[in-house]
């Protein structure tokens, strides 16, 4: 099974196409970015979302101890670093909080020793998502990295795939994974937010296209 999480959800209108569509999980961005939500909104969004699609929230070098009271307040279910968080970084967190943490891998497409160093910090964390790297922006970037810098890397857990999906190119991506006999064992799912976006607002027609893609 191909998980689905959407991120970037901000206003009740995303949870409402949230719970009707039932992707596994709904990303709260903390980070700086168009889509950030403060502690408070993203409690009242949880509020309203079906209690059986977990949460989780998206940081970028959010001290530790703030980034454990996300996840211990019930407001995240899940804890995406999506920053420069090393494995020390991890092992902190993880003696404040017993919440799965995803660490967010922005691959390099012109080094392959960077990308590896990186997977190597991210050890510790409960799933790998890959992401596409640019210069000076953390995430929800809207472009797609190359799937071949997966093959020299290591991989021996779950793994997200981000970085500029959309119903228009999703199934492709699925394709490859599944072509790929060392990789697809660990492709554990699938995270969308700019290609769920008209202007810049979740878009349920989209998020709907997209959900159909992956569950038919
Ligand atoms: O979505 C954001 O604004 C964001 C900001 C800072 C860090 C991560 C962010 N989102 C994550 O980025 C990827 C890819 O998003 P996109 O589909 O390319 O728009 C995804 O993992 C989001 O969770």
Known sequence: MIHVKFC?????????????????????????????VSKEQAAALKELLDPGIKTVAVLVNMPAEEAAILANSGIADLLQLHGDEDAAYIAKLRTLTRAKV???VRLRSANRAINAKLLAEAAQADYYLFDTFLPDNYGGTGKTFSLSLLNSLSIDKPIFLAGGLDAGNVAEIIEQMQSDA???PFFYGVDVSGGIETDGIKD????????KVIRG
């Open 102 to 104: 995803i660490k967010a």
């Open 8 to 36: 970037g959800i901000r206003r009740q209108e995303d949870i409402e196409a949230v719970n009707r569509l039932q992707p596994d999980f709904a990303g709260f961005v903390f980070a700086k970015s168009k889509r950030q």
């Open 182 to 184: 060392k990789l697809f």
């Open 204 to 211: 349920p027609i989209k998020m709907e296209a997209f959900m």
